[in-house]
């Protein structure tokens, strides 16, 4: 893998996106993360987890004692399509954890470990990998922003660009320099490009139909096609889930 000090070739994601206006502020939507070249998107979500520690499922974060240490057992995966049924939640494109910390006044049940944010868990990243890999032939980029950064220095103030095999993002993801997954990876032909925002705990795609429904047939992956337009931001949560604007949630 090598490590690249022209960032040249990360330019043309700059060049078809959209900038957020923040002026006339409507939310962040795909459109502003990944390029405009693609037939279809997707949300790629990362997962919630069981904390076989906590029994009672109406015990809220919010409760804890400060400073009392919460015992953590990580127990089986759990799908944001199951939440929503047992929730009684539009499964939508917005849909995301903010989803229900909303429902629950603004804190999230103990009994769900939330989905890591800025970074793909290590299970996540494996599974997508062979999927990508199937459709490359040519070698990649990886581009890890500053706020990817484990520290920032001077020489890295625009963050970490990398170039090499696709296999290499796992060398990467135990790289020290910088947090886990990377925050944009695409291929040199640009068939496909992956982005995780330090602020989302999913991850963005845009690509090929086939691509898409190659990502959407893994058991464990939980796809969720979009549009361009669709909000990420976690305000889109309120905005577009009925439920939630009737319990009068900000």
Not at 46 to 75: A, M, Q
Not at 204 to 228: C, H, P, Q, W, Y
Request: some cysteine.
């Amino acid at each position: 893998m090598k490590k690249l000090t022209d960032f040249a070739p990360f330019q043309w994601i700059a060049a078809e996106t959209e900038p957020v206006d923040f002026d006339n502020w409507n939310g962040s939507r795909i459109l502003n993360f990944i390029p405009n070249r693609f037939s279809y998107y997707c949300k790629i979500m990362h997962p919630f987890y069981r904390n076989l520690k906590v029994l009672d499922e109406k015990l809220l974060w919010s409760e804890c004692v400060p400073g009392e240490d919460i015992e953590v057992e990580t127990g089986e995966r759990i799908w944001f399509k199951d939440l929503a049924l047992k929730y009684n939640l539009q499964y939508t494109k917005e849909i995301s954890s903010h989803s229900i910390v909303h429902l629950h006044g603004g804190s999230g049940p103990q009994y769900l470990l939330f989905p890591h944010e800025g970074t793909m868990d290590k299970e996540t990243l494996e599974e997508i990998l062979p999927v990508i890999k199937s459709f490359t032939m040519d070698s990649c980029y990886f581009q890890y922003s500053l706020l990817a950064a484990a520290f920032y220095n001077e020489p890295h103030g625009d963050g970490y660009l990398f170039y090499g095999d696709l296999d290499g993002v796992l060398n990467l993801y135990e790289n020290r320099e910088h947090i886990g997954s990377p925050s944009y990876w695409w291929n040199e032909n640009r068939d496909w490009c992956l982005y995780t925002d330090h602020d989302l705990d999913f991850s963005l795609f845009g690509g090929s139909k086939r691509m898409l429904n190659t990502l959407k047939a893994s058991d464990f992956l939980e796809v969720i096609e979009v549009d361009r337009d669709t909000r990420v931001d976690y305000k889109a949560d309120v905005i577009n889930h009925p439920f939630l604007k009737k319990k009068g949630r900000p």
